[in-house]
């Protein structure tokens, strides 16, 4: 009788644990993706190049039409659009910086429509950060320019195929200053001065540097800090060492700022 008892007192047990296991996964938020989506893949590493590097690179262009309320209201100007090129040359995103009203959605429905050979840094394709200039002028087709480099005005409104620009790859690119600072390979430490120490004076000092093709740091110049504090980082600084960074598999300079931080007792 006892055997009998425990027996479905095992049984009870196992089916309110049952039903409190179903009531769970039936209230439990879902985590997975739909079915045929994927889960979202880590955000691509996007780097700053100026307009003239980038126009390099450049493979199709759709030439903008001006807009005939323009024409006929003598409008002109220039349209500069801050675009983002993703890993695979096309146009990802664009803001209008400056221009006419009447001539930005113009730009932009052209410039979002080109194609660019996508950009490689350490052999992986990266999103670029840049500008473009779109000129309108009275008489002629728009033109396009990134920076200050121009592309002549073509005769005729509509696609362009654009030969494919020389692979060379440019003399330097900006790097962000955390992204630099992880291929530091080789660092000296500042000593810290003995007048800032007896004074009990910290701080940052910060410089714009460039990093040389083989990682050694060319030059620096002093952004900001104490006096007392910034030739003992210079000195530290100038004996760095990086890995060096390569832009479409050949070595280019770096355009980058480096922090040098005093605390006390550091």
């Known amino acids: 009788m006892r055997l009998r008892i425990v027996a479905c007192a095992l049984a009870t047990g196992l089916l309110m644990a049952a039903n409190v296991f179903a009531q769970e996964q039936g209230t439990r938020p879902n985590t997975a993706p739909p079915a045929g989506q994927s889960t979202p893949t880590q955000k691509s590493m996007r780097i700053r190049v100026g307009g003239n590097v980038q ?62 050979r ?8 990266v999103e670029v950060d840049t500008t473009v200039s779109v000129n309108y002028r009275l008489g002629a087709p728009p033109a396009s320019e990134h920076g200050t ?16 620009a020389p692979t060379q790859a440019p003399i330097r690119i900006r790097v962000g ?9 080789h660092q000296a430490f500042p000593v810290y001065p003995d007048e800032a120490k007896q004074d009990r004076i910290g701080g940052t000092v910060m410089f714009h540097a460039i990093i040389a093709k083989d990682g050694s740091v060319l030059s620096l110049e002093v ?13 530290a600084v100038l004996q760095w060492r990086y890995k060096p960074t390569t832009f479409n598999g050949e070595p280019v300079e770096v355009d980058t700022t480096i922090s040098v931080i005093f605390t006390l007792g550091g």
């Open 149 to 164: 480099e121009t592309t002549p005005a073509q005769p005729t409104e509509g696609a362009q195929m654009l030969s494919p």
């Open 55 to 116: 126009q390099a690179m450049r493979l199709y262009q759709i030439l903008p039409t001006y807009p005939d309320d323009a024409k006929a209201a003598h409008i002109s100007g220039t349209v500069m659009l801050h675009i983002v090129v993703a890993t695979d040359g096309s146009v990802l995103s664009l803001d209008v910086i400056s221009g006419p009203p009447e001539l930005t959605k113009s730009a932009m429905d052209a410039v979002k429509q080109w194609r660019y």
């Open 223 to 235: 952004i900001s800090g104490l006096p007392l504090l910034v030739n003992s980082a210079m000195d």
């Open 177 to 185: 200053a955390k992204e630099q600072a992880a291929k530091l390979i």
């Open 118 to 125: 996508p950009t490689l840094l350490k052999h992986k394709p």
